[in-house]
């Protein structure tokens, strides 16, 4: 099992800036992949951004330029630097972590763009 904590989220004005931490413990050999989504009201959850144990990065389109992730492998720990925040990127966060080809996710962080 993967245990995940996030922190970081919180309200912003827009073109304000964020930085989302999530530390992963437990069985955190073989990870493959770690990343954030984010689900909006009334909408599916997506992707935001995602990094591989070999440090590629993938990012959604209406964050690139925008959005940075990272990860600390010494602390297990992924970033996601939001800069340049808009009201569309309201949501909550979500870290998640493939391992195995298995998913596991954290309890969610609030992010609040106001205009």
């Known amino acids: 099992q993967v245990q995940l904590v996030e922190s970081g989220g919180g309200l912003v004005q827009a073109g304000g800036s964020l930085r989302l931490s999530c530390a992963a413990s437990?069985?955190?050999?073989?990870?493959?992949?770690m990343g954030w989504y984010r689900q909006a009201p009334g909408k599916q959850r997506e992707l935001v951004a995602a990094?591989?144990?070999?440090?590629?990065?993938i990012y959604a389109d209406p964050v690139k330029g925008r959005f940075t992730i990272s990860r600390d492998n010494a602390k297990n720990t992924v970033y996601l630097q939001m800069n340049s925040l808009k009201p569309e990127d309201t949501a909550v966060y979500y870290c998640?972590?493939?391992?195995?080809?298995?998913?596991?996710w954290g309890q969610g962080t609030q992010v609040t763009v106001s205009s």
């Open positions: 998640n972590v493939l391992r195995n080809l298995k998913n596991y």
């Open positions: 437990g069985s955190i050999f073989s990870i493959n992949a």
């Open positions: 990094i591989t144990s070999g440090g590629s990065t």
